[in-house]
């Protein structure tokens, strides 16, 4: 397994379509209810196949750089994902989208899943700026773009289209050198 140890807790790991696909699916399973409100994809994903599909997809993207996309472990057990999207190698940013499964909330996993990941977009891959995209009522991601010390740079209105329509969408940023200083 190829994995970035964050701390003793969490760490990120490129996925394992074959290993990491029923793992992965049982968590959205038992999170479907709060994953769908803020996850168009969800309700596309009906199988461990779906999951093992999308999977083999992310890493033929890591393989010609457009994403990057890992599982994040939480005592050496996969509890949800976090990526950048896509990479935008003329400006040097990428965004990151993040998600973890229900049970695993409130353990500070994805504040430090986020800045493992701002790590490597910053160290390894020489990123200028690190976006974060959040529906305005998803206080959760907001949250953690801010406990990130992410800078809100503002509102796009209607600009995130959800299960139930189009929702404006708050972004964040950080910056290399915020990062260096943080």
């Given amino acids: 397994m190829f994995a970035y140890k964050i ?36 309700p596309i994903m009906k199988s461990v196949v779906d999951e093992e599909k999308f999977l083999t997809s992310v890493l033929k993207n890591f393989g010609s750089e457009h994403s990057l996309n890992t599982v994040i472990l939480y005592k050496g057990t996969p509890a949800g994902m976090i990526s950048f999207n896509k990479f935008n190698i003329t400006n040097q940013c990428a965004d990151i989208g993040y998600w973890l499964g229900t049970k695993h909330v409130g353990n500070g996993i994805i504040h430090r899943a986020v800045a ?67």
């Fill in 7 to 42: 701390d003793s807790e969490v760490s990120l790991a490129l996925p394992r379509p074959k290993i990491d696909a029923e793992p992965l699916f049982q968590i959205i399973e038992e999170s479907r209810k709060e994953l769908q409100v803020w996850l168009p994809w969800v």
């Fill in 116 to 182: 493992g990941i701002c790590t490597l977009g910053f160290a390894d891959y020489d990123i200028h700026k690190i976006e974060i995209h959040a529906a305005v009522e998803n206080a959760r991601s907001n949250q953690v773009a801010k406990k990130a010390g992410f800078h809100f740079d503002g509102s796009l209105r209607a600009n995130e289209l959800l299960a139930n329509g189009f929702h404006d969408e708050n972004v964040w940023s950080l910056l290399k050198e915020e990062w260096k200083k943080h």
